[in-house]
């Protein structure tokens, strides 16, 4: 999910809070495109395997995304629906965490309280071998057509 319309850094500054609805499909299921609100707050907290963090990419586009791994001198994250990680960001980008999702049927998701996604982190590596595998197997398709 990602942004480029507003200054969410101010609003978090001033406001010590930032509510909005998403553009994107990076983090689908969890959260959908136009649909649900949701609910940043400052990270006031080292950051930690599994929360969903915005930060601000180098094109300068605000991006929601799940932390897959902290190491000491970066953070590895990606949207739960993508097949790819983002490139490593440092703490110091890290400009919010996403503290509540308000479903479109009324539902709230308190992420603090929300089960740990293992499965959704877990299966980012299976999703990701297995794009690679379907982009090989076209390619030797392809290459096996043409001969013919």
């Given at each position: 999910m990602?942004?480029k ?16 609805t ?19 707050v ?10 969903v ?22 953070i ?6 993508n ?9 110091e ?8 999702i308000?479903?479109?049927d009324?539902?709230?998701i308190?992420?603090?309280k ?5 499965f959704?982190?877990h ?7 297995g ?5 090989v ?12």
């Amino acid at each position: 999910m990602s942004s480029k319309n507003s200054d969410f850094e101010t609003i978090l500054k001033e406001d010590g809070v930032l509510t909005f609805t998403n553009v994107g499909y990076s983090m689908y299921p969890l959260i959908e495109q136009h649909k649900d609100i949701l609910t940043i707050v400052p990270l006031e907290r080292e950051p930690k395997r599994y929360d969903v963090v915005l930060y601000k990419d180098k094109e300068h586009h605000y991006v929601l995304h799940r932390i897959l791994k902290v190491k000491k001198d970066k953070i590895i994250l990606a949207g739960d629906h993508n097949h790819f990680k983002d490139k490593p960001i440092q703490r110091e980008e890290i400009l919010g965490i996403l503290k509540s999702i308000h479903k479109a049927d009324g539902r709230v998701i308190e992420m603090e309280k929300e089960k740990k996604p293992f499965f959704k982190v877990h299966f980012f590596y299976l999703k990701a071998f297995g794009y690679l595998l379907v982009r090989v197997s076209k390619r030797i398709f392809h290459k096996h057509e043409k001969a013919k």
